[in-house]
């Protein structure tokens, strides 16, 4: 399955951003999806994740709360809301799918696809 990951933009602390990570060819159903994001000079984290059904989800600490991810198979489109944006919350923002459910969902090599990212910056 391809990604493309969109969205990201320039928001002040405190406001929110909706971002979209859309699959082409096979259909988004069977795959769990993650958000994972990289910081300037930091290691890629995971942010965020839902199993095939949606009816499962994960969030990292310091985005629960804040952050809610969702899936439309129908549109093959999972969002990732993220509302109270802080300034830590800029990073470069990557969906992942994988066919099989991660024992990890911040276990990367578990995951089959990505996409290209998209850019978040949060001002202060």
């Known amino acids: 399955v391809q990604l493309q990951a969109s969205g990201g933009g320039l928001v002040q602390a405190g406001g929110s951003l909706r971002l979209s990570c859309t699959s082409s060819g096979r259909p988004f159903r069977n795959y769990a999806v993650a958000w994972f994001r990289q910081a300037p000079a930091k290691e890629r984290e995971i942010v965020a994740a839902?199993?095939?059904?949606?009816?499962?989800?994960y969030y990292a600490d310091s985005v629960k709360g804040r952050f809610t991810i969702s899936r439309d198979d129908v549109k093959n489109t999972v969002t990732l809301q993220m509302n109270s944006l802080k300034p830590q919350d800029t990073a470069v923002y990557y969906c992942a799918a994988a066919e099989s459910r991660p024992l990890r969902w911040s276990a990367e090599d578990m995951y089959d696809s990505w996409g290209q990212g998209t850019q978040v910056t949060v001002s202060s």
């Open positions: 839902t199993n095939w059904s949606g009816r499962v989800t």
